[in-house]
């Protein structure tokens, strides 16, 4: 079983939806989530953090994480055309210890 | 704001050739890593450095070596290359050791290997 999994989609929906965004991993250790965002040709660069079981708001993203079923989720409300990317989750245990990434998910928000 | 740069967005080499992947970041950060992209494997860790002279193996290792003579300067070595290392290689930085700090990661240098 990998360590993080995730649909690499691709999703596709229209302006304006509500979009879920989802990782499951297996290892109880983790602590740390983050999201990164991939814009095409570009490398990745973090979209949001959080270290506990909850929610995060920036914006108009959202953040979710349940450690009891070991799920984390990002929404994107009012989606927009420039939110279509690869979004990547990315987990690690705390510490000296290196970043796990999900594949990605690809979105597109068609206008 | 931080900025990570690569060499190459793109290269092409044949296979044998000994190939040089330079980053470079311009934010004094403690920690570099390269990884690699592939579609439906995701990123994964080849190698990481915490600091000058220092290199720890990642995930993927095998076929590559690191170089890290200065702090800002991170060198990835493909010392035979080979078509299965055909990938996208993007580099990454952290300030510190934590493995909660933000990476940055670079552009990206896509490599073909024929």
């Known amino acids: 079983q990998k360590e993080v999994e995730q649909d690499p989609g691709p999703l596709s929906v229209p302006e304006g939806a509500i979009v879920s965004l989802n990782c499951t991993y297996s290892n109880s250790a983790f602590q740390y989530f983050m999201w990164y965002r991939q814009y095409s040709r570009k490398g990745p660069e973090l979209l949001m953090y959080t270290y506990s079981s909850g929610n995060k708001e920036d914006g108009r993203f959202t953040a979710q994480v349940d450690k009891s079923s070991k799920y984390i989720s990002l929404f994107i409300r009012d989606s927009q055309p420039s939110d279509s990317a690869t979004y990547l989750c990315a987990i690690n245990s705390g510490g000296y210890q290196k970043v796990t990434f999900g594949i990605g998910t690809k979105l597109q928000v068609i206008p | 704001d931080v900025k990570v740069t690569q060499s190459s967005r793109y290269l092409v080499k044949r296979t044998g050739e000994k190939v040089f992947l330079e980053c470079v970041q311009d934010m004094d950060h403690e920690n570099m890593f390269w990884y690699r992209q592939d579609p439906g494997l995701g990123l994964r860790l080849i190698y990481f450095s915490y600091d000058v002279k220092m290199k720890e193996k990642g995930d993927i290792p095998e076929g590559y070596s690191v170089s890290r003579e200065k702090k800002e300067r991170f060198s990835l070595i493909l010392e035979s290359a080979s078509t299965n290392q055909t990938s996208m290689y993007l580099c990454?930085?952290?300030?510190?050791?934590?493995?909660?700090?933000?990476?940055?990661f670079g552009p990206g240098t896509r490599l073909t290997v024929l």
């Open positions: 990454a930085s952290s300030r510190t050791s934590g493995g909660t700090d933000t990476q940055y």
